[in-house]
C-alpha cells in the first residue's frame, strides 16, 4: 500500500535559518503530493502541492519539488519565521477510484526562536 | 466562500455513550473525508463518503460508522465510547482526491 516516512522530529531553528524537512514515499501509481500545515488548535491547511514528476510546488516561502526518481518531496524555506512554528504534514494522493484518499506521513513539530 | 464548518467544537461523553460529529463541506463539494488525530498516533483515515454513498473505510471497529446526507454534509457516529477514542476528528472536502483536501478546524472528543 501507499505510505510517507518524514523525517523524525522536533525541529528547534532560530528565526531566519534555512528549513529542509525530510519526506519520502511509496506509492504503486502516480500520486499528487501535498504539504500541508496544522497551527496550534486549529485544522490543517494546505500549503503547497504538486501533481507530477519534476514539478514544484511553492506558497509562503515553502517551496517542494516531485522527485519521482528519488520518490521524495522535501519541504524547504530559505528563512524561517517565529509565525512559521507549527506541525508539517506530507501527504500523498492517488486518483484510484474507490482507494482514493489522502495517506499522511506522522507530522513534524518545527519550533521557531526569535 | 464558506470553509468546512464543523460542529460541535469541543465535547464531552462518558466511556459508553454514542458521539455525533457533523460537517458541512464547502458548497459544491461532493465528498467528504473523516480523519482521527489522536496524540502521538498522526491522521488515521476513518470513511470517505461522496454523493451519498460510503465509498472507503480505514481500519477501525464498526463502532465508527456514519452517513452523508443529499446536501452533503456528513455526520460521524462513535457508539460505545472508549477511552482512547479521545482524539480530535477531522472533516475535509474535496472535488476530487488529486486537487487535495480542504480540512475543517476540528471537534475535539473527549472521553472521560
Known amino acids: 500500500g501507499n505510505s510517507v516516512t518524514q523525517m523524525e522530529g522536533p525541529v528547534t531553528l532560530s528565526e531566519e535559518a534555512f528549513l529542509t524537512i525530510n519526506c519520502t514515499y511509496t506509492a504503486t501509481g502516480y500520486p499528487s503530493l501535498f504539504w500541508y500545515v496544522q497551527y496550534p488548535g486549529e485544522g490543517l491547511q494546505l500549503l503547497l502541492k504538486?501533481?507530477?514528476?519534476?514539478d514544484k510546488g511553492s506558497n509562503k516561502g515553502f517551496e517542494a519539488t516531485y522527485r519521482k526518481e528519488t520518490t521524495s518531496f522535501h519541504l524547504e524555506k530559505g528563512s524561517v519565521q517565529v509565525s512559521d512554528s507549527a506541525v508539517y504534514f506530507c501527504a500523498l494522493s492517488e486518483d484510484t477510484g474507490a482507494n482514493s484518499k489522502l495517506t499522511f506521513g506522522k507530522g513534524i513539530t518545527l519550533s521557531v526562536r526569535p | 466562500e464558506a470553509g468546512v464548518t464543523q460542529s460541535p467544537t469541543h465535547l464531552i461523553k462518558t466511556r459508553g455513550q454514542q458521539a455525533t460529529l457533523r460537517c458541512s463541506p464547502i458548497?459544491?463539494?461532493?465528498?467528504v473525508y473523516w480523519y482521527q488525530q489522536a496524540l502521538g498516533l498522526g491522521l488515521q483515515f476513518l470513511l470517505w463518503?461522496?454523493?451519498?454513498?460510503?465509498?472507503n473505510r480505514g481500519n477501525f471497529p464498526p463502532r465508527f460508522s456514519g452517513r452523508q446526507f443529499p446536501n452533503y454534509s456528513s455526520e460521524l457516529n462513535v457508539n460505545a465510547l472508549e477511552l482512547e477514542d479521545s482524539a480530535l476528528y477531522l472533516c475535509?472536502?474535496?472535488?476530487?482526491?488529486?486537487?487535495?483536501?480542504?480540512f475543517g478546524s476540528g471537534t475535539r472528543l473527549t472521553v472521560v
Open positions: 463518503y461522496d454523493e451519498g454513498e460510503e465509498r
Open positions: 475535509a472536502s474535496s472535488l476530487w482526491v488529486g486537487g487535495g483536501y480542504t
Open positions: 504538486a501533481t507530477k514528476a519534476d
Open positions: 458548497s459544491g463539494h461532493t465528498s
